[in-house]
């Protein structure tokens, strides 16, 4: 499946046009890609979970300040609209990155990282993210391709 969403759009993951990246949020799957996927230390896995999503915040702030009159659309410039990104915003994103960074075995990865997280932390910052990364990873798992092949709205809308 992974493979078979690494081609779409950032719009096919219905991302909202005013927090669609010009840079395709690369930045976020290296990070994904590096920290978690190619990292053998559940901590490291766990901290780069955590940087990852901080770092589509950042990305997103820093594109809507290099360019305030317009957002990237599929490949165009329009019009933008003054918004901040908030949860149901960040979710798509996240999903979008999940997929482009091409994790291999991310079902263990999630029971890993689940298992091996201090409990103390799973009600905060890093609980919010790791759980941020289970969703995209149970999205992807659950969405069945003949169904979604052009519109995600069967997970979202559900």
């Known amino acids: 499946k992974m493979q078979a969403l690494a081609d779409k759009p950032q719009s096919y993951f219905r991302i909202p046009k005013e927090h669609r990246s010009r840079s395709d949020w690369q930045s976020v799957s290296n990070i994904l890609r590096e920290g978690v996927g190619r990292s053998?230390?559940?901590c490291v896995k766990l901290r780069a979970v955590v940087d990852a999503a901080k770092e589509i915040s950042s990305l997103d702030s820093?594109?809507?300040?290099?360019?305030?009159?317009?957002t990237f659309f599929d490949g165009a410039p329009v019009p933008a609209e003054r918004r901040a990104l908030g949860a149901d915003d960040f979710l798509p994103i996240f999903i979008y990155c999940f997929v482009?960074?091409?994790i291999e075995r991310p079902s263990a990865l999630c029971a890993l990282l689940g298992t091996m997280c201090d409990p103390a932390k799973m009600s905060g910052e890093t609980g919010y993210y790791l759980a941020s990364f289970n969703?995209?990873?149970m999205y992807v798992h659950e969405l069945d391709l003949t169904q979604a092949d052009n519109d995600l709205s069967?997970?979202?809308d559900a």
């Not at 820093?62 to 317009?70: D, I, V, Y």
């Open 62 to 70: 820093e594109e809507r300040t290099a360019f305030p009159e317009s």
């Open 100 to 102: 482009r960074a091409g």
């Open 135 to 137: 969703s995209a990873y």
């Open 154 to 156: 069967v997970i979202f």
């Open 40 to 42: 053998t230390l559940p």
